[in-house]
């Protein structure tokens, strides 16, 4: 009999965060498994529609700059490793009202980490970009060095980057169960086959509760819609039109230009339904609520994209009891260490917390603060 492979480090969930980590991992000739449930990338996961916005003066707090500045210059490397389309510089315009808490956090981490950023009247926003219609009582924060990345083509530079350098990747395999051995080894069981390693690290997405589920991970699954819309190419393209979030008094949408004229994207932050994610379906139009709540900031802030609906599609959030990341060790085996509850803003991230969770599983620490996002916090 064959004697069983035992891999360094095992990676399950093989998308955003983990296919990064998986690259970064093989790269420094660890010994690497990358196991998902689907086959990535797909459109099961957080990866998924195209584009992800990168911005670097961060509203959501100054932990994460750091983070996403490391991120910026990964992608970069990325693409020049790749040669695949990783990052578009747009620009990326951040809206809301003067007093708003998010942007005023935006001027501030600019200022403290020395990031450029134009902070602009709403006469100002609406001259520059007549796609625009921005109330007086709002500004804009706009980061020229800003962007997105194209997410697939992500996933699809850090798969190929693995498996060059010697990574296993098993596709479509669920996993149903993971356990430590006799011998100390941490089994990943499936359907068709046991996997044996000394570290393991779940990225599992909106799947991480039922992986980890003697831990109780605060997060809920959670079905988003965002869709593409008819808009004028004077207006919109890429080139012409930066990314862009805007922040109103009961709403957080967000948005990116006409790409090789495929209409103006555009999501909502907030809002959605609470969902098992073995039951999410491309089901846009299941509610009423799913073009109309797209359309209602198009309505408000961007009337001449509010035209024909090109296409919708829906999406899933792992959300956070507080909207911030949860990466960690797990408290009773420190062989398991988990990233999850990435809340919408994750994807930027990807490259930085892949090198992050890469170091963890090798070292047992990383140069990065990661302590805000213990789940220690919410005990």
């Not at 480090?9 to 998902?36: F, N, S, V």
């Not at 926003?125 to 980061?143: A, L, T, Y």
């Not at 609470?274 to 073009?291: L, S, V």
């Not at 930027?348 to 892949?354: D, M, N, R, V």
């Amino acid at each position: 009999m064959a004697k069983e492979t035992i891999y360094d480090i095992a990676i399950i969930g093989a998308g955003t965060m983990g296919m990064a980590a998986g690259a970064y991992l093989a790269e420094k000739k660890q010994r690497t498994l990358l196991i998902d449930a689907f086959d990535p990338p797909h459109t099961n996961g957080s990866h998924h529609g195209d584009t992800r916005m990168i911005r670097h003066a961060y509203g959501e707090g100054r932990q994460y700059v750091d983070l996403v500045k490391r991120a910026q210059q990964l992608w970069e490397k990325l693409e020049k490793q790749t040669g695949l389309t990783i990052f578009e510089q747009t620009g990326v315009i951040g809206l809301g009202a003067k007093d708003s808490a998010f942007m005023k956090e935006t001027i501030e981490a600019a200022s403290t980490f020395n990031l450029p950023l134009e902070v602009l009247s709403n006469e100002q926003i609406n001259e520059r970009w007549p796609g625009f219609k921005i109330p007086e009582n709002f500004i804009g924060c706009f980061e020229e060095t800003s962007g997105f990345i194209y997410s697939e083509n992500a996933i699809r530079a850090y798969k190929q980057i693995a498996l060059e350098h010697g990574a296993e990747l098993v596709t479509n395999t669920p996993v149903q169960q993971i356990e430590k051995n006799e011998h100390g080894n941490v089994m990943i069981t499936t359907e068709s086959r046991t996997f044996y390693a000394k570290k393991v690290i779940v990225t599992a997405g909106a799947w991480a509760q039922k992986l980890l589920s003697d831990i109780a991970l605060p997060i809920q699954p959670t079905r988003k819609v965002f869709g593409w819309f008819e808009a004028e190419e004077d207006l919109y393209q890429t080139g012409k039109f930066p990314a862009f979030y805007i922040e109103n008094e009961t709403e957080m949408c967000y948005g990116f230009p006409s790409v090789d004229h495929t209409g103006l994207k555009i999501g909502r932050n907030d809002g959605g339904q609470a969902i098992n994610p073995d039951k999410h379906e491309q089901n846009f139009g299941k509610y009423n609520a799913d073009e109309a709540d797209l359309r209602r900031c198009l309505q408000k802030f961007i009337p001449h994209a509010n035209q024909k609906l090109v296409q919708g599609k829906t999406c899933m959030y792992t959300n956070s009891l507080d909207n911030h990341f949860i990466i960690d060790t797990h408290p009773n085996d420190d062989a398991i260490i988990f990233a999850c509850g990435f809340s919408g803003h994750g994807f930027k991230f990807a490259s930085s917390l892949g090198e992050a969770l890469g170091e963890l599983a090798m070292f047992g620490k990383t140069r990065y603060d990661l302590s805000n996002f213990s789940l220690g916090r919410f005990r």
